[in-house]
């Protein structure tokens, strides 16, 4: 079973970005469909977004517009472009297959505040 990564969280002001990155322990070619997830404190973990293999990519509608997804199959990474954040895009972020193989990363911790 593949293995993900995730690195790139950190500390950002309201307004900024950060780039977060999933690297992935095996090929990725053929998981067709990648995605970003991401939990808060006391909330479920949600989808944040996904990409399929041919760069296809869908987001939820509090993102949508300031993320971005995209895939590089030969480095098997995954990565995630978040501008323009607000505080409630504070959580841990993971990547995982879409749906989710139930095996998850440590995750990186994005944290949006002034």
């Known amino acids: 079973q593949v293995q993900f990564v995730e690195s790139g969280g950190g500390l950002v002001q309201p307004g900024g970005s950060l780039r977060l990155s999933c690297a992935a322990s095996?090929?990725?070619?053929?998981?067709?469909?990648m995605g970003w997830y991401r939990q808060a404190p006391g909330n479920q973990r949600e989808l944040v977004g996904s990409i399929i293999g041919g760069g296809f990519t869908n987001y939820a509608d509090s993102v949508k517009g300031r993320f971005t997804i995209s895939r590089d199959n030969a480095k098997n990474t995954v990565y995630l472009q978040m501008n323009n954040l607000k505080p409630e895009d504070t959580a841990i972020y993971y990547c995982?297959?879409?749906?989710?193989?139930?095996?998850w990363g440590q995750g990186t911790q994005v944290t949006v505040s002034s």
């Open positions: 095996g090929s990725i070619a053929s998981i067709y469909i």
């Open positions: 995982n297959t879409a749906p989710n193989s139930g095996s």
